[in-house]
């Protein structure tokens, strides 16, 4: 089964406003890593947090991490149309020879202009 | 500097064919993967490599081979195609944690390939 679970699995907000999509994993890890995918290409790295971090930004990204609940969030602000993409979490695992990287099913996000 | 290289983009197959798809990166990446992704299932990972000569099954490995017998390389053959192969394939890299450096992966384009 896939090591991550997003929530929703599709969000439609209008552009401007915040858009929040959860993800759940189940092992320990090394990091937890956000991608995007436009429909059709290869996925995009947005940002990653490291275990004993707990929160991040990167322009209108943030993304919080809780390792106790084996839970992460990314919020999107001031949301744009360019922004109607797929959103994956993957997370790396932290054991040693095992460092594989797994994705949840993603949540679809479409903006209104 | 290219990043990740998968070819072709897409591929049509009869049912009993094989085939293989080829990916290389040159950011001297330890790790290499191949992943399938399908309506509504997100990425599932079929096999990945932690280094040349090293290889291991992911979640979905049967029906697939790989090797990687250098760090750039890491082809995905598949043996006998089937209809339930019809995917779309994603070759990534990225450094693994051990050695201290950020674990972004790199994705190729993609391929788009049916089995009819």
């Known amino acids: 089964s896939q090591q991550g679970e997003e929530d929703p699995q599709a969000l439609s907000i209008q552009e401007g406003e915040n858009a929040t999509m959860n993800c759940s994993y189940k092992t320990s890890i090394n990091n937890l890593q956000w991608y995007r995918q436009n429909s059709g290409r290869g996925l995009v790295h947005l940002i990653l947090?490291?275990?004993?971090?707990r929160e991040k930004h990167s322009g209108r990204l943030r993304v919080t991490l809780d390792t106790s609940k084996k839970s992460s969030s990314l919020l999107i602000t001031a949301s744009r149309a360019a922004d109607t993409a797929s959103y994956f979490c993957a997370t790396v695992s932290s054991d040693f020879g095992n460092e594989k990287l797994t994705f949840g099913t993603g949540t679809r996000l479409t903006i209104i202009p | 500097n290219a990043g990740v290289t998968q070819t072709p983009k897409f591929q049509v197959l009869k049912t009993g064919q094989s085939m293989t798809l080829q990916c290389a990166q040159d950011m001297n990446h330890e790790y290499m993967s191949w992943y399938r992704q399908d309506p509504g299932m997100g990425l599932r990972l079929i096999h990945y490599?932690?280094?040349?000569?090293?290889?291991d099954q992911g979640e979905v490995p049967n029906g697939y081979n790989v090797s990687r017998s250098t760090t750039e390389d890491f082809p995905l053959r598949l043996l006998s195609a089937a209809p339930s192969q019809t995917s779309v394939y994603f070759c990534?890299?990225?450094?693994?944690?051990?050695?201290?450096?950020?674990?972004?992966?790199?994705f190729g384009q993609g391929t788009r390939l049916t089995v009819v």
């Open positions: 947090i490291r275990s004993n971090e």
């Open positions: 490599s932690v280094g040349a000569g090293i290889t």
């Open positions: 990534a890299s990225h450094r693994i944690p051990r050695t201290g450096v950020n674990t972004e992966a790199f």
